[in-house]
């Protein structure tokens, strides 16, 4: 299956890209899309730990499964005050 992944704030800048398209066997969960992400950018390993991810506009976890032709984004986490 293929995912268009979606990497924004300081994500973008540690990949070196702000849009990547990731092909997965079907079956995947943004767990797996997380492990393949760091393993091609190793810059992001721990990075990908404390983010929201959203998959066509809905939040999603680790353990949630990936469906062809998602849109995953990564956004970093953001405080206030």
């Not at 997965?24 to 991810?53: F, G």
């Not at 990936?66 to 986490?77: H, I, S």
């Amino acid at each position: 299956m293929n995912i268009k992944v979606t990497l924004y704030y300081h994500l973008k800048e540690k990949a070196g890209t702000g849009s990547l398209d990731i092909a997965l066997p079907d079956r995947s969960t943004i767990r797996d899309l997380k492990n393949i992400l760091e393993s091609q950018h190793p810059a992001l390993k721990t990075h990908l730990d404390n983010v929201m991810m959203v998959m066509d506009k809905k939040i999603v976890l680790d353990e949630d499964f990936l469906m062809d032709n998602a849109e995953v984004a990564f956004l970093t986490p953001v405080g206030g005050g």
